[in-house]
Nanobody
């Protein structure tokens, strides 16, 4: 089992920034590709960003088009933590953000149903 706990959500004005953190415990963190999903009010959960297992400076990352150039995912295997730096936030970024873990980086292309573990989420509200 892997336990995931998100933090860092909150209320921010449009154009502002937030950094989400996801602390993992349980199985070996470096064995998992990590990612973030979000669920806007009244909508389905959607993919945001993913990073492969290594977490090194040359890690492979993957983003949904709507956040490219604004969000950055990073992974610190020594701290068992994955981050999502969110800049230039827009009202349409308002959602509950969930951390996810899976053994295979390619699973993020298959969507939320392919994830092995989930956190409970942290809410992000962007006001206009």
């Amino acid at each position: 089992q892997v336990q995931l706990v998100e933090s860092g959500g909150g209320l921010v004005q449009a154009g502002g920034s937030l950094r989400l953190s996801c602390a993992a415990s349980g199985r070996t963190f470096s064995n998992y590709a990590m990612g973030w999903f979000r669920q806007p009010p009244g909508k389905e959960r959607e993919f945001v960003a993913a990073i492969n297992r290594s977490g090194n400076s040359g890690s492979s990352t993957y983003y949904t088009d709507s956040v490219k150039g604004r969000f950055t995912i990073s992974k610190n295997n020594a701290k068992n933590t994955v981050y999502l730096q969110m800049n230039s936030l827009k009202p349409e970024d308002t959602a509950v953000y969930y951390c996810a873990a899976t053994r295979y980086y390619s699973d993020y292309q298959r969507g939320a149903g392919a994830m092995d573990y989930w956190g409970k989420g942290t809410p992000v509200t962007v006001s206009s």
